[in-house]
């Protein structure tokens, strides 16, 4: 009983797949995008059946013809906003299967889509029209892993929760943790160059990387799986592909420092009267806890009064955050237990003193449980979101200071279009890494309709743009936010950006449609 | 013996200190005992007899006079009466053990229970406890303190109702198959059940609160109890790992799969 409330958060996402799934599916890609590029066809999977395990190849064409719905968990994000129309999944086992299947595409102009635990949020991990679902499940063993200089050399496919549990023994962990953990591939963290929860400490991809393998989209493998942290030999070409949303090559393996695992850590979620306490607090916690401060996470009321309706960790007394208007998870991570707690409790004293006005009320985990529960409240904001109705998700990065004025400027903004009622938005809410100036803007609507999505862009994106802030922080461009990537990036790099394209994948094949603006 | 006029319930909770249920328990190498260098907290079912007694001085008010919580333990052990502190106890006892001493065993801890109970200026009117701990799961603690104080006992509740004038309560306990309600006359001693109550978070007013709470000390000999244990751990093991399961082709293969095992139709 009490081990499943433990799993019960790795197995969130697979869950909250699941939960939208029977959700009506709304066509949003758009299907009249024009292409060269050819739909996969019998001969091909016939080429494919050459090397590949029968197990390897899900496809409704002939010989296969695997039911359509099996591939439906592939051609669909798991929001239901996005919605593939592709024959033919493809599980390589193997480096040089990709390799082989990559090469054939090239010769056929057939676009792929390489595909990690599908839990973007962007579009980026499903085909736009019938592209080949190039899928890295099965490529999921660890290579190797060095105790001594904590390098952790992985399969594109390794699920991150996986990992983490792989490096739990030799008391090391992942540098990155997102809610999706359960379901991510470190692959899709990489070519996604996501953020999440440890960003804060651990810094981006960019620096915990070392090396990766790539298959290029001529289908030559590109071997830079380096275990070296310094190595100023020429041009850092892996630093393209993090973050490249597999527009110029599939990662296949992963050469990532893993940091030793924090001997003692604590969460704190505080309960402030208002958004003035937030930024005063934490120039307070990030003085005080100094090296040990791990995160530092911000929720508004309605995304926590959401999350914890929709039972994904116990929330507060009511009657003890009566009043307050939001919230601030606190972790600290160090070395010591003891000397963690006395600056931890110096810290609580400090700001629970009613004088300084700063806090209305707060829990300190008392247990691995209830650091798990606590977490859970602020890691479950999506999930309770997607079960409240359609989520429009904008993830942007703004100064901290202006995270309120920014959904309180969206809200007011969709009031005088006469949207914030019921049957249209239900609820506009923020929350995120308050630590690394990123917020999530969640828009929770009955329905995704034309109307609100016009409402709301270039709404937001100008707004963004106003503060010099980026559009996409975490969650990459996809297919959703092509257009919107000039609001953040100048002509001249966006037309650097199409040069390199041109020059890694000159058929356009790989992950077509996404990203680049067209 | 009782004073009949004392109307005012006072309550005593036992807690024990546990490695975390979220931890991955390993076996050492010599297979007799676990690896204790990991994260520790209240043992869950503690949790909950904290948080009903707790919501039982909310209920009462004022009719319950004092809530005392008490540790078993290592000088670690005192952390666990802290959070109980925080979460609404009282006062503390801690019965310390030297750090490298032998975990107590349930005959011994139901003596030093009882002993302390005797101690109290103010006679013990009930006992809530967890009714086993995660760790060992022997789940004896509640039964043999009732039995050695000669006290009535309510197991495995999901639901208590005190009935402070009378002296009475009245409790629900899980059984097999159902619900079994008793009534029983206090002294008492109640082990509690998963689903008795959600445990609340101890709130960071309530655990500063806390650090100011009395706690007192005894050795195991101030209260004349020997703690040596009676029982020899002869070997520990983990459990057979769970093979994962494969996909079957077609129902013949399933049933054919099946009759292999051993397993037929009815």
């Given at each position: 009983m009490l081990s499943a409330v433990a799993r019960q958060r790795v197995l969130a996402r697979a869950s909250a797949w699941k939960a939208s799934s029977s959700f009506l599916h709304q066509r949003w890609a758009s299907t009249t995008v024009s292409s060269n590029l050819n739909s996969v066809t019998e001969e091909d999977l016939a080429h494919f059946s050459s090397f590949l395990a029968p197990s390897s190849i899900l496809s409704?064409?002939?010989?296969?013809?695997?039911?359509?719905d099996e591939l439906t968990p592939f051609n669909d994000d798991w929001m239901g906003k996005y919605k593939g129309r592709s024959t033919t999944v493809l599980k390589p086992r193997t480096t040089e299967e990709v390799s082989k299947i990559v090469k054939h595409c090239n010769e056929k102009r057939i676009g792929i889509v390489p595909q990690g635990g599908n839990t973007g949020l962007v579009g980026g991990s499903v085909p736009v029209r019938d592209e080949l679902i190039l899928s890295l499940s099965n490529l999921n063993k660890v290579r190797s892993f060095d105790s001594v200089s904590g390098i952790l050399v992985a399969d594109a496919g390794c699920i991150l929760q996986s990992l983490t549990d792989y490096l739990a023994p030799h008391s090391h962990i992942m540098p990155i943790d997102l809610g999706a953990k359960g379901s991510c591939h470190i692959g899709g963290n990489v070519s996604t160059n996501a953020g999440g929860l440890r960003l804060m400490r651990y810094g981006s991809l960019h620096g915990a990387v070392l090396g990766l393998e790539v298959v290029m989209p001529d289908g030559t493998i590109l071997n830079q799986?380096?275990?070296?942290?310094k190595d100023n030999t020429?041009?850092?070409?892996?630093q393209l592909f993090i973050g490249a949303e597999g527009t110029l090559g599939v990662v296949t393996g992963i050469s990532i420092l893993a940091p030793v695992m924090p001997a003692a850590t604590n969460a704190v979620v505080l309960a402030l009267p208002s958004f003035d306490q937030v930024i005063p607090l934490f120039k307070i916690v990030k003085r005080d806890m100094g090296e040990i401060l791990s995160a530092f996470e911000y929720m508004d009321r309605e995304s926590y009064t959401l999350s914890v309706k929709h039972g994904q960790g116990k929330g507060l007394s009511e009657e003890e955050i009566e009043g307050a208007q939001c919230f601030v998870l606190i972790e600290t991570s160090g070395g010591n237990k003891e000397h963690d707690e006395e600056k931890l409790s110096n810290l609580l004293e400090k700001v629970m003193d009613p004088d300084a006005g700063l806090v209305t009320s707060g829990v300190l985990a008392q247990s691995p449980a209830q650091f798990e529960s606590l977490w859970a409240i602020r890691e479950g904001i999506p999930e309770a979101i997607g079960k409240s109705g359609k989520a429009y998700k904008y993830d942007v990065s703004i100064p901290a200071s202006k995270f309120k004025e920014f959904v309180d400027k969206t809200k007011d903004h969709l009031l005088s279009k006469g949207l914030l009622h019921e049957n249209a938005i239900k609820g506009v809410v923020g929350y995120g890494h308050f630590g690394d100036g990123n917020i999530h803007l969640n828009i929770v609507a009955a329905a995704y309709t034309p109307e609100i999505a016009a409402a709301l862009e270039p709404f937001v994106f100008e707004l963004v743009a106003s503060y010099n802030g980026?559009?996409?922080?975490?969650?990459?461009?996809?297919?959703?936010k092509t257009s919107a990537m000039r609001y953040s990036k100048d002509q001249t790099s966006i037309e650097l950006m199409k040069k390199i394209k041109k020059l890694f994948d000159p058929n356009g094949i790989m992950n077509p449609w996404k990203v680049l603006p067209q | 013996m009782r004073p009949t006029s004392a109307r005012f319930l006072n309550v005593l909770v036992p807690v024990k200190r546990c490695v975390d249920y979220a931890v991955k328990i390993r076996v050492n190498p010599d297979q007799k005992?676990?690896?204790?260098?990991v994260k520790h907290s209240m043992n869950p079912f503690d949790e909950i007899a904290v948080e009903e007694a707790v919501r039982l001085r909310e209920k009462l008010k004022d009719a319950v006079k004092s809530i005392k919580v008490l540790t078993v333990g290592p000088p670690k052990a005192a952390e666990t009466l802290r959070t109980a502190l925080a979460m609404g106890a009282d006062s503390g006892i801690h019965i310390e053990l030297p750090e490298t001493a032998p975990a107590p065993e349930p005959l011994s801890i139901a003596k030093l229970i009882k002993a302390s109970i005797e101690k109290q200026s103010e006679p013990v009117d009930l006992v809530i406890m967890g009714?086993?701990?995660?760790?060992?799961?022997?789940?004896?603690t509640g039964q043999m303190l009732a039995g050695l104080l000669g006290w009535s006992q309510a197991t495995f509740a999901s639901k208590v109702e005190v009935d402070e004038a009378n002296k009475l309560a009245h409790v629900t306990r899980e059984i097999d198959g159902g619900l079994e309600e008793v009534k029983c006359k206090l002294p008492l001693v109640v082990t509690t059940d998963l689903r008795l109550n959600e445990p609340r978070y101890a709130s960071l007013p309530n655990i500063m609160k806390a650090k100011k709470k009395p706690i007192e000390k005894f050795k195991p000999s101030d209260l004349g109890v020997d703690v040596t244990p009676i029982l020899e751990t002869i070997k520990i093991s983990e459990p057979q790992k769970r093979v994962g399961g494969t996909k079957v082709g077609s129902v013949d293969e399933l049933v054919a799969k099946l009759k292999a095992a051993g397993i037929t139709a009815v």
């Open positions: 409704t064409l002939s010989p296969s013809n695997t039911p359509a799986l380096s275990g070296l942290r020429g041009y850092d070409l892996k980026s559009v996409s922080a975490e969650h990459g461009i996809g297919y959703a | 005992g676990i690896d204790l260098n009714k086993q701990a995660i760790d060992d799961d022997a789940g004896q």
